[in-house]
Structures are given as structure tokens and as C-alpha cells.
């Protein structure tokens, strides 16, 4: 069955610690609570999409012990095709470490084990899987190598290729050059823009005229920037909520938005209504079970309408050269 999504990603069993802050180093904090569940940024992304209504697949890895098993009844459970998941003995399941402060604010330790087995040999295998798709999601918790691979197969067949560049790292060329939209965090922004504290419309402007894609920023409870290649520039406002936890709010904005784009939404339309999941989805605890409905979404897009503005990019200050070698790398 062909998908309308294919998410070629990561598997990380999460085991989330709470405390009141981040340790200082070398301090033993007394944490206030524990979880553990399915999570990694391609696998919420996947659930995300899946449960904003879009026929779903996965490419990735997971280890042969009791992490694979679960993430295998999950994918099933949720109604994501898991043709092109493997199952490796020889390697263990990835997990995260999240500490949550009280605020909802987190930061995270991944151990990628079995996601840094997948390789251009796997990707090249489950060429059909992502050739049937409409949109193809990425990030960076796989080898870089696999994430060419695999927007090279997709761009040639006209799939749209998102790419979240999550953990930031050097990017080649030959990745940006078949990446259709770019959907950084503002943190991720100045790091490939390499031009930390800029204004985030200028360093996004920036790399969309490098690199001839749509970019799309995700800035929290500010909401999100759109910016496409026709020179246009959008704020999306995003909706008041009480955060309790923010772990996975990106990831579910990236799985709503290629649901959205495969659905066939223009980009802002897409991006409020991602917005809008994201905000639902830091309302509750979790990474991947976060992810809310497409009624609920809808629901809270009904009763909290909101305008889609226009916004302005410095003509001045938009270079090529914002991108920075040390992070975007020569082919």
C-alpha cells in the first residue's frame, strides 16, 4: 500500500527523568518523577502523522530485545507500515535521556545503538517504500549518509522531501540540494546560519535563497515562521497553552506538517494547523503519545482562529554567505 507519508528515522526508547532544574556539573539532583516510552524523532514524527489522518511508513532500525518489540507492537498499534523497519541481534534499540524541568523545558541525551546501523544499503532497499510516498521526513538521529540516500531517491521521483536538522550537524551539499523544506527549531536556525542572536527571518531568508527551498521555523510559544521560494515571508502565531512537558512538541510539528502537504494544504495552512498540534501536544506528558488527533486538532484550530501575517526580510542583510561553512559542508 502506498503511503502518504514516509518517515525514514529514528527509533529511542525514551527514559525521561523530572527534576526542578538541571543539575549543575558534578551535583546529584533528587528527581520528583520518571517514564519510560517509545519515542525518537522519527518515530513521533511518524505517530504524528499517522494521527493527523495520513496513510503512514517507516524506515529505520531497532534491536532484537524487548525496546524492538515494543516500538514493533506501537508501529502496528498505530497503523504505520513497518515493511522497511529491520531488526538487528547485533545491535541494541537507540534511547533518549530527557530531563524535564518543571517549566516543561528539556534537554535531551540520545544513544543512537541500532538507528546508526542504517546505512545507503538499507535505504536503497526500501527505495519502493519511499518512492510511493507524497512527502518523505527526515532528521539527522540516522547516519547523515542514510538521509542523502534517502532524499536522493525521493527528489528523483518527485516525492516532497522535508528535512528536520535534528541534532544539527554538518550538512552536505548534495542533502540541502534535494531538501524541498527545511524545518529547524530557532536554535538550529543560528546554527547552520552561523550567525547565533540574528534576526531569525534574515538567517532563514538566507538559507532558502542558498539553497532554493522552503524554510520553516519553529519558535515555540512564538509561534512559527514560513518562509517559501517565492520570496514570501509569514509569521504563524501559536495558540496560549500551559506547557507541562515539551518533549516531542517539534516532532509533532513535523509530523503535521507533511500530513498537511500531503493532503495537499499550501505550507502556512499546514504550518498553523502543525502549530496547533504542537500546542495540544505540550499539554501533555510524553514524547510520541503527545500527539493528538486530527478532531482534536481541528477542534482547537475552530475555537482559536488565527491570521496568518505577512513579514518583511531585510534585502540588506540576506547573503549567501550567512550560511556557515563549518556547518554546511562542501559536496
Same mark, same amino acid.
Given at each position: 500500500?502506498?503511503?502518504? !507519508? ?10 525521561? =527523568?523530572? #527534576? ?14 520518571? &517514564?519510560? =516510552? ?9 505517530? +504524528?502523522?499517522?494521527? +493527523?489522518? =495520513? ?29 522497511? %523497519? ?6 541494541? @534499540? ?7 524541568? $518543571? ?16 546505512? @545507503? ?25 542514510? =538521509? ?11 516525492? @516532497? ?11 552536505? #551539499? ?8 527545511? !524545518? $529547524? ?5 543560528? #546554527? ?22 522552503? /524554510? %520553516? ?8 515562521? !514560513? ?21 516531542? +512538541? ?46 482534536? %486538532?481541528?477542534?482547537? !484550530? ?6 496568518? &501575517? ?12 550567512? %550560511? &556557515? $561553512?563549518? /556547518?554546511? &559542508? $562542501?559536496?
Amino acid at each position: 500500500m502506498s503511503a502518504d !507519508v514516509c518517515v525514514v528515522g529514528s527509533f529511542m526508547m525514551d527514559l525521561v =527523568a523530572y #527534576a526542578p532544574r538541571r543539575p549543575e556539573p558534578g551535583e546529584t539532583l533528587i528527581g520528583t518523577g520518571f &517514564s519510560s =516510552a517509545p519515542g525518537g524523532k522519527g518515530f513521533n514524527q511518524a505517530v +504524528a502523522a499517522a494521527r +493527523a489522518g =495520513a496513510r503512514t511508513a517507516m524506515v529505520g532500525c531497532v534491536g532484537d530485545d524487548e525496546m524492538g518489540a515494543q516500538f514493533r507492537t506501537m508501529l502496528g498499534a498505530e497503523g504505520i507500515d513497518a515493511t522497511a %523497519v529491520t531488526v538487528r541481534p547485533d545491535a541494541g @534499540t537507540g534511547v533518549g535521556l530527557p530531563l524535564v524541568e $518543571p517549566s516543561g523545558q528539556n534537554s535531551i541525551v540520545v544513544v543512537p545503538r541500532a538507528n546508526h546501523v542504517v546505512d @545507503t544499503a538499507q535505504i536503497v532497499d526500501a527505495a519502493p517504500v519511499i518512492t510511493g510516498a507524497k512527502v518523505l521526513v527526515m532528521q539527522l538521529e540516522l547516519a547523515v549518509e542514510a =538521509a542523502v540516500a534517502a532524499a536522493r531517491i525521493a527528489h528523483e521521483r518527485g516525492v @516532497t522531501v522535508i528535512l528536520n536538522p535534528a541534532p544539527v550537524c554538518p550538512l552536505p #551539499a548534495e542533502l540541502l540540494e534535494h531538501v524541498d523544506v527545511l !524545518v $529547524p527549531n530557532e536554535g538550529e536556525l543560528a #546554527a547552520l546560519s552561523g550567525e547565533p542572536g540574528a534576526d531569525p527571518v534574515t538567517s532563514a531568508a538566507a538559507l532558502r535563497d542558498r539553497w532554493g527551498l522552503d /524554510v %520553516v521555523v519553529t519558535l515555540g510559544e512564538r509561534g512559527a515562521l !514560513v518562509l517559501t521560494r517565492d520570496g514570501v515571508a509569514r509569521r504563524v502565531p501559536a495558540r496560549a497553552v500551559t506547557a507541562v512537558d515539551t518533549v516531542g +512538541a517539534g516532532d509533532v510539528f513535523c509530523g503535521y506538517l507533511a500530513a498537511g502537504l500531503a493532503q495537499g494544504l499550501d505550507l502556512a495552512t499546514a504550518a498553523d494547523a502543525a502549530n496547533a498540534a504542537a500546542a495540544i501536544s505540550v499539554t501533555r506528558t510524553g514524547s510520541a503519545a503527545s500527539a493528538p488527533t486530527a478532531d482534536e %486538532v481541528r477542534a482547537l !484550530v475552530a475555537a482559536s482562529p488565527t491570521t496568518v &501575517s505577512p513579514t518583511t526580510v531585510s534585502p540588506t542583510t540576506v547573503s549567501p554567505g550567512v %550560511v &556557515s $561553512p563549518a /556547518v554546511v &559542508s $562542501p559536496r
